[in-house]
Protein backbone atom coordinates (compact mmCIF):
# COMPACT_ATOMS: atom_id res chain seq x y z
CA UNK A 1 0.00 0.00 0.00
CA UNK A 2 1.05 3.45 -0.46
CA UNK A 3 2.47 5.41 2.78
CA UNK A 4 1.42 7.25 5.42
CA UNK A 5 3.21 10.59 5.87
CA UNK A 6 4.76 10.24 9.12
CA UNK A 7 7.30 13.72 9.45
CA UNK A 8 4.29 15.94 10.17
CA UNK A 9 3.18 13.56 12.94
CA UNK A 10 4.32 15.90 15.85
CA UNK A 11 2.44 18.78 14.97
CA UNK A 12 -1.11 16.61 14.96
CA UNK A 13 -0.12 14.12 17.57
CA UNK A 14 -3.42 15.39 20.14
CA UNK A 15 -5.41 15.97 17.12
CA UNK A 16 -8.43 13.98 16.01
CA UNK A 17 -7.43 15.26 12.29
CA UNK A 18 -4.59 12.46 12.56
CA UNK A 19 -6.92 9.60 11.72
CA UNK A 20 -7.79 11.02 8.64
CA UNK A 21 -4.72 13.02 7.17
CA UNK A 22 -2.81 10.26 6.54
CA UNK A 23 -0.35 10.48 9.88
CA UNK A 24 0.63 7.83 11.44
CA UNK A 25 0.96 9.05 14.76
CA UNK A 26 -2.36 7.62 15.55
CA UNK A 27 -1.25 5.11 13.71
CA UNK A 28 -4.26 5.28 12.75
CA UNK A 29 -5.22 6.87 9.34
CA UNK A 30 -4.89 3.78 7.19
CA UNK A 31 -5.94 6.71 4.37
CA UNK A 32 -3.14 5.71 1.48
CA UNK A 33 -2.00 9.07 -0.37
CA UNK A 34 -4.46 9.39 -3.89
CA UNK A 35 -2.67 9.10 -7.39
CA UNK A 36 0.76 7.24 -5.67
CA UNK A 37 -0.14 4.03 -8.08
CA UNK A 38 -1.19 6.24 -11.26
CA UNK A 39 1.39 5.12 -13.78
CA UNK A 40 1.92 1.80 -12.50
CA UNK A 41 0.56 -1.25 -15.62
CA UNK A 42 -1.84 -2.94 -14.15
CA UNK A 43 -1.44 -7.28 -13.01
CA UNK A 44 -4.08 -9.16 -14.14
CA UNK A 45 -3.41 -12.65 -12.19
CA UNK A 46 -4.21 -12.16 -8.24
CA UNK A 47 -1.61 -12.03 -5.55
CA UNK A 48 -1.18 -14.71 -3.48
CA UNK A 49 -1.02 -14.28 0.06
CA UNK A 50 1.98 -16.55 2.24
CA UNK A 51 1.41 -19.97 3.12
CA UNK A 52 0.24 -20.50 6.36
CA UNK A 53 3.12 -22.35 8.67
CA UNK A 54 1.57 -24.00 10.99
CA UNK A 55 0.78 -28.43 11.17
CA UNK A 56 -3.23 -27.67 10.34
CA UNK A 57 -5.36 -26.97 7.12
CA UNK A 58 -7.34 -23.76 8.15
CA UNK A 59 -11.34 -23.44 7.46
CA UNK A 60 -13.13 -20.03 6.93
CA UNK A 61 -16.29 -18.80 8.01
CA UNK A 62 -17.69 -15.52 8.07
CA UNK A 63 -20.43 -14.66 10.82
CA UNK A 64 -22.65 -11.37 10.81
CA UNK A 65 -23.07 -9.57 14.02
CA UNK A 66 -25.82 -6.82 15.10
CA UNK A 67 -25.45 -5.72 18.64
CA UNK A 68 -29.06 -3.72 19.25
CA UNK A 69 -28.30 -3.20 22.31
CA UNK A 70 -26.21 -0.33 21.61
CA UNK A 71 -26.89 3.04 19.70
CA UNK A 72 -23.85 3.02 16.44
CA UNK A 73 -21.85 6.51 17.14
CA UNK A 74 -21.49 7.08 13.69
CA UNK A 75 -24.90 6.29 12.29
CA UNK A 76 -27.31 6.71 15.22
CA UNK A 77 -29.99 6.02 13.42
CA UNK A 78 -28.73 2.60 12.18
CA UNK A 79 -30.83 -0.48 13.41
CA UNK A 80 -28.24 -1.01 16.34
CA UNK A 81 -23.91 -1.61 15.92
CA UNK A 82 -23.20 -4.10 12.80
CA UNK A 83 -20.53 -5.91 13.07
CA UNK A 84 -18.70 -8.36 10.13
CA UNK A 85 -16.36 -11.26 11.69
CA UNK A 86 -14.75 -14.08 9.69
CA UNK A 87 -13.66 -17.08 11.73
CA UNK A 88 -10.44 -18.62 10.74
CA UNK A 89 -9.49 -22.09 12.37
CA UNK A 90 -7.52 -25.52 12.55
CA UNK A 91 -9.95 -27.86 9.87
CA UNK A 92 -10.69 -31.33 10.67
CA UNK A 93 -9.80 -31.59 6.73
CA UNK A 94 -8.92 -29.62 3.64
CA UNK A 95 -12.38 -30.07 1.69
CA UNK A 96 -14.99 -26.83 1.22
CA UNK A 97 -14.16 -24.09 -1.94
CA UNK A 98 -11.41 -21.49 -1.35
CA UNK A 99 -12.49 -18.95 1.01
CA UNK A 100 -12.20 -15.61 -0.77
CA UNK A 101 -10.53 -12.78 0.24
CA UNK A 102 -12.93 -9.96 0.02
CA UNK A 103 -16.28 -8.80 -2.06
CA UNK A 104 -15.50 -7.07 -5.37
CA UNK A 105 -17.40 -3.98 -3.80
CA UNK A 106 -15.12 -4.14 -0.68
CA UNK A 107 -11.75 -4.07 -2.84
CA UNK A 108 -13.16 -1.50 -5.59
CA UNK A 109 -13.53 0.70 -2.60
CA UNK A 110 -10.06 0.10 -1.09
CA UNK A 111 -8.52 0.34 -4.69
CA UNK A 112 -9.89 3.58 -5.27
CA UNK A 113 -7.88 5.06 -2.39
CA UNK A 114 -4.67 3.49 -3.82
CA UNK A 115 -4.97 4.81 -7.00
CA UNK A 116 -5.64 3.86 -10.94
CA UNK A 117 -2.72 1.08 -10.88
CA UNK A 118 -4.66 -0.93 -8.52
CA UNK A 119 -7.78 -3.06 -9.64
CA UNK A 120 -10.47 -3.99 -7.16
CA UNK A 121 -11.45 -7.13 -8.73
CA UNK A 122 -7.63 -8.37 -8.96
CA UNK A 123 -7.04 -7.23 -5.43
CA UNK A 124 -10.48 -9.34 -4.49
CA UNK A 125 -9.09 -12.36 -6.03
CA UNK A 126 -6.23 -12.43 -3.84
CA UNK A 127 -5.68 -15.79 -3.11
CA UNK A 128 -5.75 -17.14 0.66
CA UNK A 129 -5.19 -20.77 2.10
CA UNK A 130 -8.13 -21.36 3.92
CA UNK A 131 -11.39 -23.36 3.37
CA UNK A 132 -15.11 -21.95 3.64
CA UNK A 133 -16.94 -24.12 6.29
CA UNK A 134 -15.26 -26.70 6.60
CA UNK A 135 -15.78 -28.84 10.00
CA UNK A 136 -12.38 -28.14 12.89
CA UNK A 137 -10.14 -30.64 13.75
CA UNK A 138 -11.03 -31.89 17.44
CA UNK A 139 -9.48 -29.87 20.37
CA UNK A 140 -10.14 -27.34 22.81
CA UNK A 141 -8.09 -23.65 20.79
CA UNK A 142 -7.44 -20.53 22.21
CA UNK A 143 -9.10 -17.54 20.45
CA UNK A 144 -7.38 -14.73 19.14
CA UNK A 145 -9.52 -11.62 18.06
CA UNK A 146 -8.00 -9.42 15.46
CA UNK A 147 -9.17 -5.52 14.75
CA UNK A 148 -7.57 -3.82 11.67
CA UNK A 149 -6.29 -0.17 10.84
CA UNK A 150 -8.69 2.45 10.83
CA UNK A 151 -10.43 2.87 7.23
CA UNK A 152 -9.43 -0.66 6.22
CA UNK A 153 -11.12 -4.17 6.31
CA UNK A 154 -10.34 -7.02 8.39
CA UNK A 155 -9.26 -8.84 5.45
CA UNK A 156 -5.58 -6.97 5.14
CA UNK A 157 -5.23 -9.02 8.23
CA UNK A 158 -5.72 -12.16 6.40
CA UNK A 159 -2.00 -13.80 6.32
CA UNK A 160 -1.48 -13.22 10.18
CA UNK A 161 -4.94 -14.86 10.62
CA UNK A 162 -4.30 -17.67 8.48
CA UNK A 163 -1.10 -18.47 10.32
CA UNK A 164 -2.67 -18.32 13.92
CA UNK A 165 -5.57 -20.75 12.74
CA UNK A 166 -2.48 -23.53 11.20
CA UNK A 167 -1.30 -23.43 14.59
CA UNK A 168 -3.83 -24.79 16.63
CA UNK A 169 -5.61 -21.21 17.11
CA UNK A 170 -9.73 -19.91 16.19
CA UNK A 171 -9.42 -16.26 15.33
CA UNK A 172 -11.97 -13.98 15.12
CA UNK A 173 -11.13 -11.31 12.64
CA UNK A 174 -13.44 -8.10 13.11
CA UNK A 175 -14.68 -5.24 10.29
CA UNK A 176 -16.65 -2.57 12.63
CA UNK A 177 -19.00 -0.10 11.12
CA UNK A 178 -18.76 3.00 9.08
CA UNK A 179 -15.04 2.41 10.15
CA UNK A 180 -13.86 1.06 6.74
CA UNK A 181 -13.82 2.45 3.19
CA UNK A 182 -16.00 -0.81 2.45
CA UNK A 183 -17.58 -3.16 4.33
CA UNK A 184 -20.14 -5.49 2.56
CA UNK A 185 -22.95 -6.96 4.84
CA UNK A 186 -25.61 -9.90 4.14
CA UNK A 187 -28.58 -8.88 1.19
CA UNK A 188 -25.36 -6.96 -1.06
CA UNK A 189 -26.01 -3.66 1.41
CA UNK A 190 -21.69 -1.56 1.82
CA UNK A 191 -21.34 0.10 4.50
CA UNK A 192 -18.74 3.22 3.89
CA UNK A 193 -16.39 5.05 6.02
CA UNK A 194 -19.17 7.91 7.71
CA UNK A 195 -16.14 7.48 10.56
CA UNK A 196 -13.39 9.30 8.05
CA UNK A 197 -15.94 12.34 7.71
CA UNK A 198 -16.75 12.61 10.99
CA UNK A 199 -12.87 12.73 12.13
CA UNK A 200 -11.87 15.19 8.75
CA UNK A 201 -14.75 17.58 10.17
CA UNK A 202 -12.69 17.30 13.47
CA UNK A 203 -14.63 17.57 16.99
CA UNK A 204 -14.22 13.82 17.54
CA UNK A 205 -11.61 12.53 19.29
CA UNK A 206 -9.89 8.75 18.61
CA UNK A 207 -10.79 7.65 21.39
CA UNK A 208 -14.50 7.28 20.48
CA UNK A 209 -13.04 4.83 17.58
CA UNK A 210 -10.81 2.44 20.56
CA UNK A 211 -14.01 3.00 23.36
CA UNK A 212 -16.29 1.48 20.82
CA UNK A 213 -14.55 -0.82 19.16
CA UNK A 214 -13.51 -2.49 23.16
CA UNK A 215 -17.17 -2.94 23.25
CA UNK A 216 -17.32 -4.29 19.49
CA UNK A 217 -14.61 -7.13 20.60
CA UNK A 218 -17.12 -7.57 24.32
CA UNK A 219 -20.30 -8.26 22.11
CA UNK A 220 -17.93 -10.43 19.98
CA UNK A 221 -17.17 -12.33 22.80
CA UNK A 222 -20.21 -12.86 24.38
CA UNK A 223 -21.61 -14.31 21.18
CA UNK A 224 -18.76 -16.67 20.44
CA UNK A 225 -18.18 -17.97 23.72
CA UNK A 226 -21.18 -18.98 25.96
CA UNK A 227 -25.18 -20.12 25.86
CA UNK A 228 -25.72 -17.12 23.26
CA UNK A 229 -22.91 -18.56 21.20
CA UNK A 230 -23.97 -17.83 17.28
CA UNK A 231 -21.11 -20.52 15.98
CA UNK A 232 -22.25 -24.25 15.94
CA UNK A 233 -18.96 -25.50 16.72
CA UNK A 234 -18.24 -22.89 19.51
CA UNK A 235 -17.32 -25.75 21.89
CA UNK A 236 -13.96 -26.09 20.19
CA UNK A 237 -13.21 -22.49 21.55
CA UNK A 238 -11.52 -22.54 24.93
CA UNK A 239 -13.42 -19.26 26.60
CA UNK A 240 -9.84 -19.33 29.59
CA UNK A 241 -7.45 -18.30 27.17
CA UNK A 242 -8.57 -15.61 25.05
CA UNK A 243 -6.01 -12.76 23.28
CA UNK A 244 -6.36 -9.75 21.15
CA UNK A 245 -4.02 -8.04 18.73
CA UNK A 246 -4.92 -5.25 16.03
CA UNK A 247 -3.03 -2.68 13.87
CA UNK A 248 -2.57 0.61 14.05
CA UNK A 249 -5.88 1.84 16.18
CA UNK A 250 -7.08 -1.69 16.13
CA UNK A 251 -3.84 -2.35 18.09
CA UNK A 252 -4.46 0.60 20.25
CA UNK A 253 -8.45 -0.50 21.15
CA UNK A 254 -6.64 -3.79 22.14
CA UNK A 255 -5.18 -1.87 25.21
CA UNK A 256 -8.86 -0.51 25.89
CA UNK A 257 -10.54 -4.20 25.32
CA UNK A 258 -8.60 -5.12 27.87
CA UNK A 259 -8.85 -2.66 30.36
CA UNK A 260 -12.84 -3.06 30.00
CA UNK A 261 -13.18 -7.05 29.81
CA UNK A 262 -11.29 -9.30 32.05
CA UNK A 263 -12.08 -12.02 29.77
CA UNK A 264 -9.30 -11.06 27.26
CA UNK A 265 -6.02 -12.10 28.45
CA UNK A 266 -2.94 -10.73 26.57
CA UNK A 267 -3.09 -8.22 23.93
CA UNK A 268 -0.59 -7.02 20.98
CA UNK A 269 -0.59 -3.11 19.23
CA UNK A 270 1.01 -3.26 16.32
CA UNK A 271 2.34 0.13 15.33
CA UNK A 272 -0.79 2.01 16.81
CA UNK A 273 -0.61 5.13 18.97
CA UNK A 274 -2.56 4.83 22.27
CA UNK A 275 -5.82 6.86 22.27
CA UNK A 276 -6.61 6.13 26.05
CA UNK A 277 -4.54 6.16 29.26
CA UNK A 278 -4.61 3.35 30.67
CA UNK A 279 -6.49 3.24 34.15
CA UNK A 280 -4.42 3.32 37.06
CA UNK A 281 -4.39 -0.49 37.71
CA UNK A 282 -2.62 -0.74 34.36
CA UNK A 283 -4.19 -4.11 32.92
CA UNK A 284 -3.98 -6.13 36.64
CA UNK A 285 -1.05 -7.87 35.67
CA UNK A 286 -1.85 -8.96 32.27
CA UNK A 287 0.86 -9.40 29.58
CA UNK A 288 1.00 -6.97 26.80
CA UNK A 289 3.50 -6.62 23.70
CA UNK A 290 3.88 -3.46 21.24
CA UNK A 291 5.57 -4.57 18.18
CA UNK A 292 5.98 -1.27 15.62
CA UNK A 293 8.52 0.37 13.45
CA UNK A 294 12.59 1.01 14.03
CA UNK A 295 11.73 4.99 13.41
CA UNK A 296 11.52 8.31 14.44
CA UNK A 297 7.54 7.41 15.94
CA UNK A 298 7.53 4.17 18.06
CA UNK A 299 11.49 4.45 19.56
CA UNK A 300 11.82 5.43 23.13
CA UNK A 301 11.07 8.93 23.35
CA UNK A 302 9.74 9.05 19.55
CA UNK A 303 7.28 11.30 17.88
CA UNK A 304 4.45 9.16 19.61
CA UNK A 305 4.74 9.62 22.97
CA UNK A 306 2.10 8.02 23.92
CA UNK A 307 4.24 4.53 23.53
CA UNK A 308 6.27 5.91 26.56
CA UNK A 309 3.64 6.82 28.89
CA UNK A 310 1.62 3.60 28.18
CA UNK A 311 4.81 1.42 28.92
CA UNK A 312 5.68 3.15 32.50
CA UNK A 313 1.76 1.88 33.21
CA UNK A 314 2.09 -1.54 31.81
CA UNK A 315 1.52 -3.21 35.42
CA UNK A 316 2.56 -7.37 33.76
CA UNK A 317 4.92 -9.10 31.55
CA UNK A 318 5.73 -6.91 28.43
CA UNK A 319 7.52 -5.96 25.01
CA UNK A 320 8.42 -3.72 23.30
CA UNK A 321 9.37 -4.71 19.81
CA UNK A 322 10.49 -2.87 16.34
CA UNK A 323 11.55 -3.76 13.25
CA UNK A 324 14.20 -2.35 11.45
CA UNK A 325 13.47 -1.40 7.96
CA UNK A 326 9.36 -1.54 8.10
CA UNK A 327 6.73 0.67 7.58
CA UNK A 328 3.24 1.44 9.24
CA UNK A 329 1.91 -1.27 6.61
CA UNK A 330 4.16 -3.98 7.03
CA UNK A 331 2.24 -6.05 9.98
CA UNK A 332 -0.88 -6.87 7.81
CA UNK A 333 -1.09 -7.85 4.36
CA UNK A 334 0.17 -4.25 2.59
CA UNK A 335 3.51 -5.93 1.89
CA UNK A 336 1.91 -8.54 -0.06
CA UNK A 337 -0.48 -5.85 -2.28
CA UNK A 338 2.17 -3.39 -2.59
CA UNK A 339 4.39 -5.96 -4.06
CA UNK A 340 2.12 -7.08 -6.07
CA UNK A 341 0.64 -4.08 -7.76
CA UNK A 342 4.21 -2.27 -7.71
CA UNK A 343 3.37 0.57 -4.79
CA UNK A 344 6.28 2.03 -3.51
CA UNK A 345 7.60 -0.60 -0.42
CA UNK A 346 9.81 -0.20 2.35
CA UNK A 347 13.06 -1.52 3.21
CA UNK A 348 11.73 -4.63 4.94
CA UNK A 349 10.62 -7.18 1.76
CA UNK A 350 7.13 -8.51 1.87
CA UNK A 351 7.91 -11.92 2.76
CA UNK A 352 10.09 -10.96 5.53
CA UNK A 353 7.60 -8.08 6.97
CA UNK A 354 5.04 -11.37 7.05
CA UNK A 355 7.44 -13.55 8.67
CA UNK A 356 8.51 -11.43 11.62
CA UNK A 357 4.96 -10.35 12.23
CA UNK A 358 3.58 -13.76 12.25
CA UNK A 359 6.70 -15.12 14.78
CA UNK A 360 6.53 -12.33 17.14
CA UNK A 361 2.73 -12.46 17.03
CA UNK A 362 2.62 -16.16 17.86
CA UNK A 363 5.48 -16.68 20.00
CA UNK A 364 3.51 -14.39 21.79
CA UNK A 365 0.47 -16.06 22.80
CA UNK A 366 1.76 -19.28 22.21
CA UNK A 367 3.53 -18.10 25.87
CA UNK A 368 1.08 -16.00 27.32
CA UNK A 369 -2.10 -18.93 25.96
CA UNK A 370 -0.74 -21.80 25.80
CA UNK A 371 2.30 -21.59 28.44
CA UNK A 372 4.86 -22.69 25.53
CA UNK A 373 8.36 -21.45 26.46
CA UNK A 374 9.12 -19.12 23.31
CA UNK A 375 12.58 -17.61 23.46
CA UNK A 376 12.69 -15.50 20.76
CA UNK A 377 10.87 -13.41 22.73
CA UNK A 378 13.68 -12.95 25.16
CA UNK A 379 15.98 -10.52 23.35
CA UNK A 380 17.62 -10.29 19.91
CA UNK A 381 18.58 -13.18 18.45
CA UNK A 382 20.81 -14.18 15.10
CA UNK A 383 17.74 -15.72 13.14
CA UNK A 384 15.89 -12.43 13.24
CA UNK A 385 18.37 -9.50 13.35
CA UNK A 386 15.79 -6.93 12.24
CA UNK A 387 14.06 -7.09 15.66
CA UNK A 388 15.18 -4.61 18.38
CA UNK A 389 14.32 -5.37 22.25
CA UNK A 390 13.53 -1.64 23.92
CA UNK A 391 13.97 -1.19 27.53
CA UNK A 392 13.23 2.91 27.99
Known amino acids: MTRLT ?25 APAPGASAAVAQPARP ?9 HAVGSTVLPLVDRSRTDPWVPTADGRALMVTLHY ?3 RSGGGPAPYATREEARLLAEQLGPGVS ?8 THSRTDVRPAPGHRPLVLLSPGFSVSRWTLTALAEDLASRGYVVASVDHAYESFGISLPGGRTLTCVACEALDEGGVHGSVVTSTRAADMRYVLDRLVGPRSVWRYADVIDARRIGMAGHSIGGASAATAMAADRRIDAGINMDGAFWEEL ?9 FMMLGTHDEMHLPGGIDTSWDRTWSALDGWKRWITLAGSDHFSFSDGPVISRHFGLPEPELPADRAVALT ?9 RHLR ?3 RPVLNGPTAAHPEAHFQNP
Open 371 to 373: GLP
Open 90 to 92: PAA
Open 47 to 55: AVLPAPTGP
Open 279 to 287: PAEGLRGRP
Open 358 to 366: RTYVSAFFD
Open 120 to 127: GDVLARTR
Open 6 to 30: RAVAATVLASSLALTAGVATAAAPD
